[in-house]
C-alpha cells in the first residue's frame, strides 16, 4: 500500500477511539481485564519491580495517579509504565497471535490504569478505553502485520504505544482531531526489537510504550501537533519499520478477536501448544520420558531462543526448556522460572538439562495457519526408556478461541499469581469479585480491592 493510499486511513483510526462499545463487548473484556490484573500483580511482586520503581518519580506521597497494588502514586506516564512492565514482566499476559501479533492488555491496560483511579471514573468507562486501545492495536495491526513482526519488531510494543495512546485519548474525552494528533505523536516514541527477548528489556519496552501513548495524547489534549506523514507518510513510521509493505486498514470485529490467548502457561505463547500436547500425551505415557521430538512451524524458530537459558526471561523462549520441565514435573507453572532454578551454566536441575539434550525440534509444513502466516500448532512425540513411543497433535494453543480456558482454570491462574501477596482463598474471592465489575461504585473502587503487592521502599507503611 503506497504512502497516500495510507495516510487516508488516519481519519477512520482516530475515530475508533470514540466508537461506541457494545455491551456484549463489555462482558467478553471482563475476563481479560481480570486475568491480566492478576498477571499484573504477580510482576509488581517481582523485586524487579521494585528496581524499576526506584528510577522513577514514584513515591507513597500523593500525586496526579496511582500505582494499583501499590502504594506507590506520581505522574500518570511513570503509573502507566510501571503498570504495563509489570503486566508483561513474566510473559503470562494474553497475546493476539494473528492481526495484532501482539500481547494486547499490558500496554493498553497500563495506560488505562494510570488514568482509571481518580473516583470519577466508572467501571464502564475503564472496561471502554480498554477496548478501545486493543481495537487501535487490531486496526494497525491489519496494516502493519506480519511485515512489521517479520522485520524483527517487538509488535507489543510498537503497536502498544498506538493502543496506549487511543485509550488514553478516549479516557480524556479528546476530539477526533485531538486524536489523531495523539496518534502521530505517539510514532516518536514507538519502537521495540525482538533481540529483546529473553531480558528484561522486552517488559520495559512494553511499559515504555505504554507511557509513551499515554503522554502523546496528554499532549494532543495540550494542543501539540504531529507532522501530517509521521505514521503513514514514505519517511513514517509504519512505512520504513514494514519496507512500505502496509496492507488496507481492515477496522477490527468483535472482542475478543479470533486469535486471542489467555495464557495458561508463563512462557512465550510460541511453547504453548507444544507443552499442552506433551502433558497430554505423558499422562498416559507410564514410563518417564527419555526423549522428546517437536515439529512447530518454521518460522518459531525464530521467535525463540536456542541453546541453554542461563535466565528465567530467556527459559521462556526455551522450547526445549519448557518441553523438558513439563515432562519431568508434569506441570509449567510460575515455580519454573523462579531465579533459584537457574545459575550461570543454565538450569540446576540435572534431569532437566539432562532431559533438554534430547530434545529434537524440526519444521511441519502442514500445521495450520492463520493471518499471521505463522502456524501456532505443533506435533509432539515423546519416546519412552523402555520405547514406548507416543505422538499427538495440537492445531492451537490452550486458551485460545479454539481451545478456551475453563472457569477453573482461569480462577486457578489467578490465585496462583496472587500466591505472593495473598492467600488463596482471598485470592479466589477476589476473582469473583472481578467477574462482576458492575458492583463496583467506580473504577477506583475496583483497583482499590486489590492487595498490595509493591510498597515505597522509603515508606514504612
Not at 32 to 40: H, I, K, S, W
Request: charged share 15%.
Amino acid at each position: 500500500m503506497d504512502a497516500p493510499a495510507s495516510l487516508a486511513a488516519l481519519p477512520a483510526l482516530a475515530e475508533l477511539c470514540a466508537a461506541p462499545v457494545a455491551p456484549a463487548e463489555r462482558a467478553a473484556a471482563v475476563r481479560p481485564l481480570a486475568d491480566t490484573l492478576g498477571v499484573m500483580l504477580a510482576g509488581l511482586a517481582d523485586p524487579r519491580a521494585a528496581d524499576l520503581a526506584a528510577t522513577l518519580s514514584l513515591s507513597a506521597a500523593p500525586g496526579r495517579a496511582r500505582l494499583p497494588g501499590s502504594n506507590l502514586q506520581g505522574a500518570p506516564a511513570d503509573v502507566a509504565l510501571m503498570a504495563a512492565f509489570a503486566a508483561h514482566l513474566l510473559d503470562f499476559d494474553d497475546d493476539e497471535t494473528e492481526v495484532a501479533m501482539a500481547h494486547l492488555s499490558a500496554p493498553v491496560l497500563g495506560a488505562v490504569l494510570a488514568l482509571a483511579s481518580c473516583p470519577e471514573t466508572s467501571v464502564e468507562a475503564l472496561n471502554n478505553a480498554y477496548l478501545t486501545g486493543c481495537r487501535m492495536m487490531l486496526a494497525l495491526g491489519s496494516m502493519a502485520n506480519p511485515a512489521l513482526y517479520r522485520a524483527g519488531w517487538h509488535a507489543t510494543s510498537v503497536l502498544g504505544s498506538f493502543g496506549a495512546a487511543a485509550a488514553a485519548a478516549r479516557l480524556l474525552a479528546l476530539s477526533p482531531a485531538q486524536a489523531a494528533e495523539a496518534l502521530g505523536l505517539a510514532a516518536s516514541g514507538a519502537g521495540g526489537p525482538r533481540g529483546a527477548f529473553g531480558g528484561e528489556g522486552k517488559p520495559l519496552q512494553v511499559g515504555l510504550a505504554a507511557a509513551n501513548g499515554l503522554r502523546a495524547a496528554e499532549l494532543a489534549a495540550a494542543g501539540w501537533k504531529a507532522a501530517p506523514g509521521v505514521l503513514f507518510g514514505e519517511r513514517g513510521l509504519l512505512q520504513r519499520m514494514t519496507g512500505g509493505a502496509l496492507a488496507p486498514l481492515r477496522l477490527p470485529g468483535a472482542f475478543p478477536p479470533p486469535g486471542f490467548v489467555t495464557k495458561l502457561f508463563p512462557s512465550c505463547t510460541a511453547t504453548h501448544a507444544a507443552v499442552a500436547e506433551l502433558l497430554a500425551l505423558r499422562a498416559r505415557m507410564a514410563a518417564p520420558t527419555a526423549q522428546i521430538l517437536c515439529a512447530v512451524d518454521p518460522f518459531v524458530p525464530a521467535i525463540l531462543i536456542p541453546g541453554l537459558p542461563t535466565s528465567p526471561d530467556a527459559a521462556r523462549f526455551s522450547l526445549a526448556y519448557c518441553l523438558a520441565v513439563a515432562a519431568r514435573t508434569g506441570r509449567l507453572g510460575p515455580e519454573a522460572f523462579e531465579a533459584a532454578a537457574f545459575d550461570a551454566l543454565g538450569p540446576r536441575d540435572p534431569e532437566i538439562r539432562a532431559l533438554m539434550a534430547r530434545v529434537r525440534v524440526t519444521a511441519d509444513e502442514s500445521l495450520p495457519r492463520g493471518p499471521s502466516g505463522i502456524a501456532t500448532g505443533a506435533v509432539v512425540t515423546l519416546i519412552a526408556a523402555d520405547g514406548t513411543r507416543l505422538t499427538g497433535r495440537r492445531e492451537a494453543a490452550p486458551g485460545s478461541a479454539a481451545a478456551p480456558l475453563s472457569d477453573t482454570q482461569l480462577a486457578e491462574k489467578f490465585a496462583a499469581c496472587l500466591a505472593p501477596v495473598a492467600p488463596s482463598s482471598e485470592a479466589r474471592a477476589l476473582w469473583q469479585r472481578l467477574l462482576s465489575p458492575t458492583d463496583f461504585p467506580s473504577a477506583g473502587a475496583l483497583l482499590d480491592a486489590l492487595p498490595l503487592a509493591l510498597t515505597d521502599r522509603k515508606d514504612p507503611r
